[in-house]
T-cell receptor
């Protein structure tokens, strides 16, 4: 089955700097890669996603890149702000057309003012 | 907009007790799932359902039962609570469109088993 590894587990950046979180997956059949943000005391919320037929996707200050050959994908946050502080999870779907996610272990991002 | 509602938010159980975590969604999503979240281990799938009357096991199903009698409700039952089941539990409902799947999570239930 699918296995997703996520690094780093914690990340501290100065406000205004960029943050990068990386994930690798094992199953080449996985075709959809969402990123979720979890604020303290809340459930995770989808912030951006990418399908396997796309190499990069941007939404304002956040972007996701996908390298299918190397089986890794990354989340990029530019011009970080204190409200970006949260836990971020990457995920991969097990196989085509499934709802099932396999999540990474999470990255706690701290943006220092 | 209620979305996904989980009850209770906090619960303390004694070892061996049973209880049901409630989950309800008002978005008419077919797919619902339960995850547990433990430090350093991310979110692990316990059970899921692709529609009323259909359930299946996820990665860590032992010690838990589910049922799906309606589209809206997906309760998670702990049969005989153990300290290893101390965790934060999240229910999610999902929809799929255009090759994308978005999961909507509840606020979570923090369960402590003593």
């Amino acid at each position: 089955g699918e296995n997703v590894e996520q690094h780093p587990s914690t990340l501290s950046v100065q406000e205004g700097d960029s943050a990068v979180i990386k994930c690798t997956y094992s199953d080449s059949a996985s075709n959809y890669f969402p990123w979720y943000k979890q604020e303290l005391g809340k459930g995770p919320q989808l912030i951006i996603d990418i399908r396997s037929n796309v190499g990069e996707k941007k939404d304002q200050r956040i972007a996701v890149t996908l390298n299918k050959t190397a089986k890794h994908f990354s989340l990029h946050i530019t011009e970080t702000q204190p409200e970006d502080s949260a836990v971020y999870f990457c995920a991969a779907t097990e196989r085509l057309g499934t709802y099932k996610y396999i999540f990474g272990t999470g990255t706690r991002l701290k943006v220092l003012a | 907009n209620a979305g996904v509602t989980q009850t209770p938010k906090f619960q303390v159980l004694k070892t061996g007790q049973s209880m049901t975590l409630q989950c309800a969604q008002d978005m008419n999503h077919e797919y619902m799932s339960w995850y547990r979240q433990d430090p350093g281990m991310g979110l692990r799938l316990i059970h899921y359902s692709v529609g009323a009357g259909i359930t299946d096991q996820g990665e860590v199903p032992n010690g838990y039962n589910v049922s799906r009698s309606t589209t809206e409700d997906f309760p998670l039952r702990l049969l005989s609570a153990a300290p290893s089941q101390t965790s934060v539990y999240f229910c999610a409902s999902s929809y799929r469109t255009g090759g994308r799947t978005e999961a909507f999570f509840g606020q979570g239930t923090r369960l402590t088993v003593v």
